[in-house]
């Protein structure tokens, strides 16, 4: 079938997900085509308990899956999306054809396959894909239809249903054991354990230091030049046949793995050596030359844009997606959740002929490449993500600005590249020896390298996670030498190193890590990572991920009690599985029950077999509702708890962590002492820990209040240092009748060390009633949200200071109040920092202070600082990404305000209104207690799922 008129097969619905996306496709199809959004997922489980239909009831409710009658899944239509389906539905009834133009991978055929659920359609229905949006792809789309891949549907049912077990099961042990509002998922707890174990390391570590020479040789030629420079530099490799110790060969204990075959030098001994080696006369002992040859690196796949995009444009995964997103439904780049880095035949020759047209045949191979990939079950049907088209755009052909540009270059360049010839050359290595004074032979080594032809390299270089790396373009040149050569030391030069811990985990180097783990889809990465970084598991400093304190008590509580959830081996095993399914390998059902009731399930129970599952061997699946109903033997003190030494345990509390250790005088409480929130673990030292001690810790007493008699204290809370009452014993904490205390935070310009009874006695009388106008208007001092402040009424005006809260009178008050009230912003205060140009807008970036902190503006886009980011230290690299971050977020949408309520024919209403009373209230009286009973029923299952509305599953 081929697009055509409305005259001759008559009106054709065709759903995509995005209106984006709707709309650039709607350009490319007949008058006869209808192009409508679905807005994403139209269908899921249920969220809460209060979305599943009333005959369901017990553990199907709290699930939204009926566990025992094959894992049922209960679908409700998404609340905000009652009114699209509406939309489709009418928009369906007036079509002939219906086709379901939705992302072709798994996601996308579920999306597909929900819609034709919920819209039963009585037209026929065709399955339209596609990897690009272009005229052609969509055009030959609706040519070539297909059916819906039901395999394909039922592992991506599969994968749900197993991350709502795992979450909807999990989660709830970390509430009860943890703390309240936590979540697991099947990913997202394996990557955060990554990122924990990561840092486990770092604590664990201990640095080594040690030391070597770097000479710096001269040939003795005057007529030197680029190509063959006169001098060059090289490191001491070793001593009477002894290497020297480099990093490498210290272990994570600081100490040497193999003392009896290294020379381990320290800065007496290096300095010793190079005094000794002054006067030496150096020649060349070798000079092996090899062929360098550098491959062009496979077209983007998801993991490898993300990467790259991390590493050379500073974008995290999230921000990555959402331009490839839109680049994407606008019709610049193939589709960008994708495993695959093959490239059509048509790509090929796109690509090929714009290496000839850039670069010139020289830079053109003979025949073209293709790349294998190397992801595991990758989709091939899929292409690599590149531009676009039978003929590639330039990025200057695009008129594309900003994050968009940047990210399709990035893409094209890779693509071009890709298609060209290998980057040759020579690597040299070059060894100078002598020996010393006092007969030690010393040999040193230096590496070039030169690149005769760029190939690949002109278009696209690879970057590198570690900042050290160097490119694939570098070059090193040393001078043309032989063996036999005179050398002279200009200088000799001892230098100290010092091992360094592993590197935290990047978002790029986290991607990386789990995809060589083979854990999860690529396609979730991102969402995953903004996942952990959401629930406070994570924090980022600089392009850091930092594990929480809270992420080490979650991580500790799954290893010890579920082990086999959270294996790196398990979750890839399960994902192999999961890909078995979608290729008609293995059955949905049957693997489900293995996973829940155990390897010995037989209707509906488990046997012994699961008994072990969280971490015995034998089959990878079993036992997961076993695993979650014994609870018993989970101490959640002990999993909270950390030792950092002397005595001092680090602890996870339900109001965040804090440090503790037992009295000095026995009989008195433990000593305590909060830890900040964005505090490093591996920078939690017993050193810290005593500062943390050394600190007010809250219970300093100032005097008694002269009016209540009860005790004032000062306290230094998690939120600030403030002032409050001690109660007598006895008085009620909770119920009707409970007592607070009165408490006040200190001003900023007051000190926990210095604040006295007086100063506590002003404090906690705010607010504070100035006077009375002349109207009788009662005017009060109060301290709020934005700062200090007058009331009057429904009339505020701002003070300048805290202390004028309590030092202001009535005829400053009024003095005020007489003035007219500021419209608008004040005056405009200059900026904390200068940081240069932003490279999107182009326009200067300043820090300045705001009402919620300090934030980077480049006078369109406002973004405020994180809890990691200061003033003093942020960099104009660090501003550019926090509002790269904004601008991706977009605007923040504000709640429609609702249409007041009409007043038309009311009067007409009452009158009838008021015949129906009597009837009604007799009816009523026979539904109350039915109506109760139902109330209270939904009202209990809803609790038991109440806070696993936000708790994500996979992601």
Request: charged share 30%; glycine share 8%.
């Amino acid at each position: 079938m081929s697009p055509s008129s409305e005259t001759a097969h008559g009106k054709r619905l065709v759903i995509v997900e995005s209106p984006a996306k709707a709309k650039t496709i709607k350009g490319y199809l007949g008058p006869g085509y209808i192009v409508e959004a679905s807005v994403g997922h139209i269908r899921d489980l249920p969220g809460t308990a209060a979305e599943v239909p009333d005959e369901y009831t017990g553990e199907v409710r709290r699930l939204g899956v009926d566990v025992d009658h094959d894992f049922a899944p209960i679908y409700v239509v998404n609340p905000d999306k009652k009114s699209q389906v509406t939309k489709l539905k009418s928009l369906l009834k007036e079509s002939d054809e219906l086709f379901l133009a939705t992302d072709e991978d798994r996601e996308g055929e579920a999306i597909a396959w929900h819609l034709q659920e919920v819209l039963k359609p009585k037209v026929p229905v065709h399955r339209m894909v596609f990897h690009e949006i272009t005229k052609d792809a969509i055009q030959e789309a609706v040519r070539n239809p297909r059916h819906l891949n039901k395999r394909l549907v039922d592992a991506q049912e599969t994968r749900r249903i197993l991350d709502r077990l795992y979450g909807y099961e999990v989660s709830p042990v970390l509430w009860k054991k943890v703390m309240p509002k936590l979540s697991a998922g099947r990913v997202q707890s394996v990557a955060t354990r990554l990122v924990v174990e990561r840092e486990r390391e770092r604590i664990a570590f201990t640095s080594a230091s040690y030391w070597d020479l770097v000479g710096t040789f001269a040939t003795g030629r005057t007529a030197a030049d680029a190509a063959n420079p006169e001098n060059f530099g090289a490191r001491l490799v070793s001593v009477d046949g002894k290497r020297v110790a480099t990093g490498r060969d210290f272990g994570t204990d600081g100490r040497l793995k193999n003392a009896a075959n290294t020379l381990h030098l320290d800065e007496q001994a290096a300095r010793t050596l190079a005094a000794a080696l002054e006067q030496t006369a150096f020649s060349v002992r070798s000079v092996e030359s090899k062929p360098y040859r550098r491959s062009p690196y496979a077209p983007f796949r998801t993991t490898t844009l993300q990467q790259e995009a991390s590493r050379k444009l500073g974008f995290g995964a999230k921000r990555t997606m959402q331009v490839a997103q839109k680049l994407y439904e606008n019709g610049f780049i193939t589709y960008m959740r994708t495993d695959s880095t093959t490239l059509s035949e048509t790509a090929i020759v796109a690509a090929r002929a714009q290496v000839t047209q850039l670069y010139g045949a020289d830079y053109l191979p003979s025949a073209p490449r293709t790349y294998a990939s190397k992801v595991k079950n990758a989709q091939e049907a899929h292409e690599a993500i590149r531009p676009s088209g039978d003929r590639f755009r330039t990025p200057a052909e695009t008129g594309l600005s900003g994050d968009d540009f940047r990210l399709y270059e990035l893409i094209w360049m890779r693509t071009v590249a890709s298609q060209m010839k290998d980057a040759v050359g020579q690597s040299v290595t070059v060894k100078v020896g002598g020996r010393s004074a006092d007969g030690r032979d010393a040999e040193f080594s230096a590496s070039g390298k030169i690149i005769t032809f760029h190939g690949f390299l002109k278009a696209y270089v690879e970057g590198a996670d570690d900042p050290n790396a160097e490119l694939d373009d570098r070059e090193r040149r040393l001078p043309q030498v032989a063996e036999g050569d005179p050398l002279a030391a200009e200088r000799l030069t001892p230098e100290g190193h010092a091992t360094k811990p592993p590197a935290r985990y990047t978002e790029a180097s986290l991607v990386k890590e789990l995809e060589d783990r083979e854990i999860g889809r690529p396609s979730t990465y991102a969402s995953i990572i903004d996942t952990i970084i959401n629930r406070k598991y994570v924090f980022k400093k600089g392009t850091a991920l930092v594990p929480s304190f809270l992420s080490f008590a979650v991580v500790n509580l799954l290893e010890k009690h579920f082990g086999r959830l959270v294996d790196y081996d398990f979750t890839a095993k399960m994902e192999d599985d999961l890909d078995r399914i979608a290729a008609g390998q293995a059955e949905s059902v049957p693997w489900l029950k293995r996973f829940y009731f155990g390897e010995g399930e037989a209707n509906g129970s488990a046997t012994a077999g699961a008994a072990d599952a969280g971490n015995g061997d034998g089959d990878h699946l079993g036992g997961l509702k076993e695993l979650v109903t014994d609870l018993g033997a989970i101490d959640a003190r002990e999993i909270s708890s950390f030792p950092i030494g002397d005595g001092i345990v680090l602890r996870v509390g339900r109001f965040g962590p804090y440090v503790t250790r037992p009295a000095a005088v026995e009989g008195e409480p433990e000593q305590r002492a909060d830890v900040p929130d964005e505090l490093p673990p591996d920078e939690l030292t017993v050193e810290l820990a005593e500062e943390l001690f050394a600190k007010p810790s809250g219970e300093r007493e100032l005097g008694t209040d002269p009016i209540s008699g009860n005790p004032l204290v000062a306290k230094a809370g998690r939120y600030g240092p403030y002032v409050t009452e001690v109660l007598p014993e006895g008085t009620p904490k909770t119920g009707k009748n409970a007592v607070k205390p009165r408490t006040a935070s200190l001003f900023k310009t007051m000190d926990l060390d210095t604040v006295t009874l007086e100063d506590a006695l002003r404090l906690l009388s705010l607010p504070r009633v100035v006077g009375t106008d002349p109207e009788g208007n009662e005017i009060t001092a109060q301290n709020g949200r934005y700062g200090p402040y007058l009331k009057r009424g429904t009339d505020s005006r701002s003070l300048t200071s805290e202390d004028q809260l309590l030092s202001i009178t009535l005829d400053e008050a009024l003095a005020i109040y007489a003035q007219p009230k500021q419209r608008g912003r004040a005056a405009a205060a200059a900026p904390l920092k200068e940081l240069g140009n932003d490279p999107v807008s182009e326009k200067p970036v300043v820090v300045k202070d705001g009402r919620f902190g300090p934030y980077v503006t480049d006078g369109e886009t406002n973004a405020t600082l994180r809890k990691d980011d200061e003033v003093e230290t942020i960099t104009p690299e660090r501003a550019f990404e926090l509002l790269a971050e904004k601008r991706a977020r977009g605007p923040v949408k504000k709640a429609a305000k609702k249409a007041p309520a009409k007043k038309t024919a009311t009067a007409a209403k009452k009158t009838t209104a008021a015949k129906k009373t009597a009837a009604k209230k007799t009816t009523a009286v026979k539904k109350t207690a039915a109506a109760k009973k139902t109330t209270t029923a939904k009202k209990t299952a809803a609790k038991e799922s109440a806070t696993a509305e936000n708790t994500s599953e996979e992601s």
